[in-house]
């Protein structure tokens, strides 16, 4: 019998890369996404490539949408195996326009400064990332139980090793998700649940793209800092991913591996600047 991969985000760049590799390595494939155009676009590539996948349309910040969507893949495909967590990002109503103070944010009310952060920017893009991680955990990891083994894989970041200037929020989740791992990490392994990350660099995706480069194609500032940044000095592609997440995912290959967070990330994470 097949196994079953769930994945959060799966529409978006990077997840439906993981959706599609884990599709080839002979899992069927549940696409859960809020969009429901992309996740069945993810899902469509799938089935046209041979493998086996359908599309749901999720709210990783709704549980009961997600212990309805769970009863559907119960119907569809059976139970969760291997649970992938990859809902997540920011959002402009919580990124700052200066990378630091500068005297007058303060009383500046004409650009988004730390002082006019939004309350609700800053709880969405948390919630977004944390209790998007939490709940579909909650709702899929119960399938993991009655079978005494199972694999969660979170999507953290670099931001979870060194903040970012003007996201953070974004920043504080993915911290916060990274200790999240650990934590589910111990409280699951008597079950044989084993529970790890993936923090990816700096990656070219739909939520970020205008923030790294202009409308004209070239690179924005933040790009060469980025770039000047990551010593392999470029960004990474999906592909480039993958073997992580297989690697993680195979209970053979990384069965004694659970709560580590790996970074991939052209070696940004080991790089002081000097």
């Not at 999240?180 to 409280?187: G, K």
């Amino acid at each position: 019998m097949k196994k079953t991969a769930v994945i959060t985000g799966g529409g978006g760049v990077l997840c439906s890369a993981f959706a599609e590799q884990m599709a080839k390595d002979g899992y069927q494939v549940a696409v859960l996404d809020l969009n429901p155009d992309a996740a069945k676009c993810t899902a469509d590539a799938i089935c046209q490539n041979g493998g086996v996948a359908k599309a749901y349309q999720a709210n990783v910040l709704d549980k009961e949408n997600l212990k309805a969507v769970h009863s559907a893949i119960l119907s569809d495909f059976g139970r969760c195996d291997v649970l992938i967590n990859g809902a997540g990002g920011n959002n402009p109503r919580c990124t700052t326009e200066h990378e630091t103070f500068m005297p007058g944010d303060e009383v500046n009310e004409e650009i988004k400064t730390f002082f006019n952060l939004e309350q609700s920017g800053f709880e969405f893009v948390f919630n977004l990332n944390l209790m998007g991680t939490l709940l579909p955990t909650q709702v899929f990891a119960v399938d993991m139980i009655e079978q005494n083994k199972g694999c969660i894989l979170n999507v953290s970041s670099m931001n979870a090793f060194r903040p970012l200037t003007k996201i953070p929020a974004y920043s504080a989740a993915k911290s916060a998700v990274s200790n999240f791992t650990q934590w589910l990490a111990v409280h699951f392994a008597k079950q044989n649940i084993r529970v790890n990350a993936i923090a990816p660099g700096f990656f070219v995706t739909n939520q970020n793209r205008a923030l790294l480069f202009n409308a004209d194609g070239t690179p924005t500032p933040r790009t060469g800092k980025i770039l000047n940044a990551t010593p392999m000095g470029r960004f990474g592609e999906p592909e480039e991913l993958l073997g992580t997440l297989r690697w993680l995912t195979d209970e053979k290959a990384s069965g004694f591996v659970t709560g580590i967070v790996v970074p991939v990330d052209g070696g940004f994470s080991a790089y002081s600047g000097v």
